[in-house]
Each structure stands twice: as structure tokens, then as C-alpha cells.
């Protein structure tokens, strides 16, 4: 591969990673919305909060959705990172006009591999942030269990 074909894939790469990165943003935005709604709404009489727990199970669901397609695209993208990595390896090994020990020649491709690995620790961070997310509805869904079993015991309001 030559170095123009490189740069001009590494650009690109940076590119996507530069637009992943801000869909994420958006993404996150949307779900600290999102459960700050459910929290507001937990403040409610118990008579609203009864609907509340079912809009919490449907958004632990789609919840659950983004992160098993969040990492399926990783296990995708680890895969071409792979073969990637395979064929840069080849090229140090048979082709590159240096002399250079393994040690040297992981740190080269550790080097090309770099917005690689930055787009897969993209989806890493996203994955945590909707699993923590995701936790967060489970405890809202407990306040709502909590909240309905204290009425049921006081018959309060």
C-alpha cells in the first residue's frame, strides 16, 4: 500500500470517527434527557407513576436494542482492524526497505492502527454510557415499585 492510499484511508477514517463521535454526542444527550424526564416524572402522584413504569420497561428495551447493534458494529470493525493489521504486518515483514526488530515493527503498526483503535474506544465509551443508562431506568423502575408498594402499605397519596 502505497503512502498516498494510506494517508487518504486515514483521512477518512478520521472523518467517520470525527461524525460517529458527534452522533454519539447526540445520542447521550438524548438518553440524559431522557432519564432526567423519568426522574421528574417519578416525583408525580402514584396514580401517573403507574404509567411511568411501563414507559421505563419499553426504554430499558430500547435501551437493550442500541447496545446489542453497538456491538455488533464493533465485532464487525474488529474484524477489518484484524486483517488490516495482518496486512501491514506482511508489509514490515517482507517489504519494508528498513531493518527493524518485531518490538519496532508492532509500534509501526500500533502507529497506522491508532484511529483504528480511537473509533472502536468511541464505541467502547458508548456502550458503557448506555449500559450505565440503562441502569439507571432499573432503578427508576424500582422507585416506581417502591413508590406504588408505600402507597399500597399507607394508602397515601
Sequence with gaps: MDEEKKENIKESLDKQNAELRKQLEESERYWNNTIE???KKLMKPVQETVQLQAEAISI???????????SYQVYKFKQKVKVYEKERLEY???????????????KLIEGELAA?????DIFDIHINFLRETQK??????????????????????
Design 37 to 39: 424526564t423519568l426522574s
Design 60 to 70: 430499558r428495551q430500547i435501551l437493550t436494542e442500541q447496545i446489542k447493534n453497538m
Design 92 to 106: 514490515y515483514i517482507l517489504t519494508y526497505p528498513g531493518k527493524t526488530n518485531y518490538g519496532e515493527k508492532a
Design 116 to 120: 483504528y483503535q480511537y473509533r472502536l
Design 136 to 157: 439507571d431506568v432499573d432503578i427508576i423502575n424500582f422507585g416506581v415499585k417502591n413508590k406504588i408498594r408505600i402507597y399500597e402499605l399507607t394508602e397515601m397519596e
